[in-house]
């Protein structure tokens, strides 16, 4: 937004507008956008939001909870997935109101200490093991393991509200702070929000026994890309969980996305791209490049 003329960000800014007046295309909002934008001051984070409103016609990606149940929630009653299974609708125009402002940058320090406690001892694993070299077909067999165990303890969860017939949210410990355990909030989502019978749970979980999370598009993002940061030991901080989370709920259903070219080697390398059959660029000049040939074709309505 910031870019001036001459820029290759500039002229991107030119193509995006140009391509949302010609009514082909729009970037939705996001929440970690609000996350983010009020780090800057009050008047720079209002001027941000306006113009990111205007790009998203109004349109803004539900919190990864609610699109996660919803898919669970299609996928076992063989609904379709529509715009509104991602979408909130006539959105715009938050950081007008200054508390929004002020209640989001509160939200961003919070959040910014739970991920710091809750990944301390797993940082400090991969401290120790970073740098150990391991071969690729190990590497395979460990992001098999690895994200089969994810699913394994949905199906454990699952299983037990069966026996139990009852469901009771658990809280997970971040520091000084407890939140409530992430598995349990879907399924409570599913219990309440959806109403799922125990015939449906059944069902939940023999599509999980079966397929893992593959036809869950959001759970299997972040199992894909929990995994990768576990094989390779990286640091987890909360910039990168708020990368996650842009790309759990974007990916799946953008045509166009774009992310830092660390995200972007894990989406290609895991082929998230292809199976979500969405065009992803980073920041690098090459990718700037091919994003700005890739946007001209949006700059007249005959194109589409």
């Not at 299609?74 to 002020?102: A, D, P, W």
């Not at 077909?137 to 460990?142: A, L, T, V, W």
């Not at 879907?186 to 959806?194: A, F, N, T, V």
Request: one cysteine or more.
């Amino acid at each position: 937004m910031e870019s001036e003329k001459g820029e290759y960000w500039f002229e991107i800014k030119e193509l995006l507008l140009k391509g949302y007046e010609n009514g082909v295309l729009f970037c939705p909002l996001s929440p970690e956008h609000y996350l983010e934008t009020s780090k800057k001051d009050y008047v720079s984070a209002k001027e941000h939001d306006l113009f990111f409103t205007k790009l998203s016609d109004g349109y803004s990606l539900k919190p990864e909870l609610f699109i996660t149940s919803q898919l669970i929630s299609s996928r076992i009653r063989k609904n379709k997935i529509t715009q509104k299974t991602y979408m909130h609708s006539n959105v715009g125009g938050v950081f007008e109101n200054e508390k929004n402002y002020l209640t989001f940058n509160k939200a961003n320090d919070d959040f910014g200490y739970l991920i710091d406690k809750g990944t301390e001892s797993i940082n400090s694993l991969r401290k120790i093991t970073n740098g150990q070299k391991t071969k690729s077909d190990i590497k395979n067999q460990m992001f098999k393991i690895l994200k089969k165990m994810q699913s394994k303890s949905f199906i454990e969860r699952l299983t037990k509200l069966q026996k139990n017939q009852q469901l009771m949210i658990r809280g997970d410990q971040f520091g000084e702070k407890e939140v409530p355990n992430w598995i349990d909030l879907i399924i409570d989502q599913l219990l309440k929000k959806h109403k799922f019978s125990n015939k449906e749970i059944r069902k939940l979980i023999l599509e999980f026994k079966n397929n893992g999370f593959d036809n869950i598009p959001t759970l299997n993002i972040r199992a894909t890309l929990e995994t990768i940061a576990s094989i390779y030991s990286k640091k987890t901080t909360p910039n990168d969980q708020i990368d996650f989370m842009r790309i759990i709920n974007g990916l799946p259903i953008s045509d166009i996305f774009l992310t830092d070219k660390k995200r972007k080697n894990e989406i290609l390398e895991s082929e998230l791209d292809i199976k979500y059959n969405t065009k992803v660029f980073s920041g690098v000049k090459e990718d700037l490049i091919r994003l700005i040939e890739e946007l001209k074709q949006y700059r007249t309505i005959s194109d589409h």
